[in-house]
């Protein structure tokens, strides 16, 4: 099976500006998480969605917001970017977590720079 | 919420050597623990996991212990390998809260030669 992917590997933008970025899941896995990873503050959860519905939500901004879609692709969009958001952003399947935690895959990443 | 402390940042170890990593969590309803492995530019990648269930679970050189009581569970790397250099993070998890994981600030493991 392909594992998960992420779109675009590494994006540069600038303060202000907004941003999505895409994963696709492990076939057949419904739920997708999404994770910040900074050299500060490590790997902090962002949003969890299962079934086109957000499941979970960190505590980030409302800046942060994401969506899935039919076929369990995700997106997740940043808008008015701030320089703490340089970040690598991933993206995370797994099967289901209805009847406890799923083993979650995580893609490559994002590699976000806003200048 | 969770709280995931994880010791020490860094490790530098001996070829051939046993490195061990250590991870406390607070919230005792935490009841899955994975450790993931990253190495520079990559995601994470999932070397082992352990469930509350289980205090102990081995695969191969690697082996993750679990003291559900002092809510800590650790990762045991044995006959260390150059190629097991990378930065190894702890999580931790529990049912109903579907599938967030709680990060430690990860380990930087160095094998010399």
């Known amino acids: 099976k392909a594992g998960v992917t992420q779109t675009p590997r590494y994006l540069i933008k600038t303060r202000g500006q907004q941003v999505t970025l895409s994963c696709s899941p492990i076939s057949g896995h419904r739920s997708v998480s999404w994770y910040q990873q900074t050299p500060g503050q490590g790997l902090q959860f962002l949003f969890e969605y299962f079934s086109e519905t957000q499941r979970n939500k960190g505590n980030f901004p409302g800046r942060f917001s994401g969506r899935q879609f039919s076929n369990s692709r995700s997106e997740m969009n940043v808008s008015t970017l701030e320089l703490g958001d340089s970040a690598l952003y991933l993206c995370?399947?797994?099967?289901?977590?209805?009847?406890?935690?799923?083993?979650?895959?995580f893609g490559p990443g994002t590699r976000l720079t806003v200048l | 919420g969770e709280n995931v402390e994880q010791h020490p940042s860094t490790l530098s170890v001996q070829e051939g050597d046993s490195a061990v990593i250590k991870c406390t969590y607070s919230d005792s309803a935490s009841n899955y623990f994975p450790w993931y492995k990253q190495e520079l530019g990559k995601g994470p990648q999932l070397i082992i996991d352990?469930?509350?269930?289980?205090g102990e679970k081995k695969d191969q050189r690697i082996a993750v212990t679990l003291n559900k009581t002092a809510k800590h569970f650790s990762l045991h790397i044995t006959e260390t390998q150059p190629e097991d250099s990378a930065v190894y993070l702890c999580a931790a998890s529990k049912t109903g809260g579907g599938n967030k994981l709680t990060f430690g600030t990860g380990t930087q493991l160095k094998v010399e030669l």
């Open positions: 995370a399947s797994s099967l289901e977590g209805l009847a406890g935690v799923d083993t979650q895959y």
């Open positions: 352990i469930r509350s269930n289980v």
